[in-house]
């Protein structure tokens, strides 16, 4: 049975860095637990990896994840799952990160997670980017992730 009902969030912002400098940012699990969660993500295509936060009310701090598509310096995607108990009925999602060289060494970073049910409440996880993409754009900018 199709679902219809399944939303997307997205993001983009413009970043007067390189693409290789923002890339190592995604897919470095070291920088990866700077601006996101602890983890295991290995940039290459069927890995499966977790990311660990501190657990909340209704969330045990785990998400699943395998990374689907990797092209590197330029496109980036991986499922986002609910874990353990609440795996089943929990929240399956794709997150897309594009990234395009625009002006030089700025690049247009693009994130979109699809597959929102409305049960997911979307306006939650956008909250969330939107303070991720702040976070992201400090440790790009920190000087660690050289190209």
């Not at 794709?94 to 690049?107: E, F, K, P, S, Y």
Request: aromatic share 12%; hydrophobic share 35%.
């Amino acid at each position: 049975m199709k679902n219809d009902s399944l939303r997307s969030i997205v993001f983009q912002q413009q970043m007067p860095y390189p693409p290789e400098r923002i890339w190592r940012a995604l897919t470095e699990a070291p920088l990866i637990a700077q601006w996101l969660y602890e983890n295991d993500f290995q940039p290459a295509a069927g890995h499966r990896f977790n990311f660990r936060g501190k657990p909340r009310p209704h969330w045990n701090g785990i998400i699943d994840g395998q990374v689907l598509f990797v092209e590197p310096n330029k496109r980036l995607l991986y499922d986002w799952n609910a874990s353990g108990e609440e795996a089943e009925q929990g929240l399956k999602t794709v997150v897309a990160w594009t990234l395009t060289r625009v002006d030089g060494d700025a690049t247009l970073v693009r994130m979109e997670q699809s597959g929102f049910r409305s049960e997911d409440e979307a306006k939650g996880p956008s909250y969330g980017w939107e303070r991720l993409f702040t976070n992201l754009e400090r440790v790009i900018g920190s000087g660690t992730p050289q190209a």
